[in-house]
């Protein structure tokens, strides 16, 4: 084994007490950070998201506390203020605090939050970046976000926003591929507003759910009749919506799904 190979294998120490912030990426664990799986590897106490795959907590250390704190059907939330406390309160008590979230923490992820709520009690905290289902997700599903000539921009947004409703965004100033997440529930409007700000209806749209996973499906469709065909399609699982001629640009060799596949 070389020295590089050596280095980026060695652990990276997670001190008791500590609140580490973790991101699981989108679902494959073929997809997670080496340091993420360090990590997974020595903490005490996990706090996971409900889109943190079965397949990515298989790297937990035998014995740990496993917690799921995400969204699950038919159940309560867990409020974010509880959350935080678990956190402050598992870091109080000498745990190593594990807080596994869905692609990257920071990117619609509540990790700010999350990391302010440390830094308030004191506690230190760290975030290993993950990869984000925003670039996760057209990766799958063939498709560049950005290409020379076609998109010289990519932009990330929510849907939702803290009432859950649609963001009041400058919806004629987004420049090139618009990637949105937790779109699916309100892509009638969202495609709306966006042929209201000046996007042609004809524009490509590429709806990528459960990206990464055994079951993914990408369904192509324009702005103006996406949100009918998501209506109409039964979509498994999380989706990103990606808006854009990019999106009508399916490259002939995506990302190894198959391996996707055996890991979920
Ligand atoms: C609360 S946000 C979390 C985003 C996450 N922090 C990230 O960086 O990917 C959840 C949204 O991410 C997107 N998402 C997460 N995992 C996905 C997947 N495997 N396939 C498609 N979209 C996914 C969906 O838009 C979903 O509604």
């Known amino acids: 084994m070389s020295l590089d190979q050596t280095s980026l294998l060695a652990r990276d120490h997670f001190p008791q007490g500590e609140v580490w912030l973790v991101g ?58 509880r959350i935080n406390q678990r956190l402050v309160e598992g870091a109080r008590a000498g745990l190593r605090v594990l807080r596994l979230k869905g692609g990257d923490p920071f990117v619609f992820g509540r990790g700010a939050e999350e990391a302010r709520a440390c830094q308030a009690a004191g506690i230190a905290w760290r975030v290993i970046p993950g990869v984000s289902a925003g670039m996760a997700a057209p990766a799958a599903a063939g498709i560049a976000l950005t290409q020379r000539g076609v998109a010289q921009a990519v932009t990330f947004i929510t849907a939702h926003d803290e009432a859950g409703d649609l963001p009041g965004l400058d919806w004629a100033a987004l420049p090139g591929t618009i990637a949105a997440f937790m779109a699916l529930s309100r892509l009638d409007e969202l495609a709306l507003r966006l042929i209201a ?43 990103l919506v990606v808006i854009g001629d990019v999106a009508a640009m399916e490259l002939a060799t995506p990302m190894p799904a198959a391996a996707a596949r055996r890991h979920a």
Not at 200 to 222: D, E, F, K, M, W
């Open 24 to 81: 699981a990426g989108p679902g494959d664990p073929g997809l997670l950070t080496l340091r993420a799986v360090q990590a997974l590897a020595q903490a005490d106490l996990i706090l996971h998201d409900s889109l943190a795959s079965r397949a990515v907590l298989r790297h937990a250390r035998p014995g740990a506390e496993i917690i799921a704190v995400g969204k699950r059907k038919g159940a309560a939330p867990v409020p974010q203020a």
């Open 197 to 239: 700000a000046g996007r042609s209806a004809a524009t490509p749209v590429a709806v990528i759910a459960s990206a990464t996973l055994a079951g993914q499906v990408t369904l192509r469709s324009t702005l103006g009749a996406c949100s009918l065909a998501v209506r109409r399609a039964v979509l498994p699982g999380p989706a």
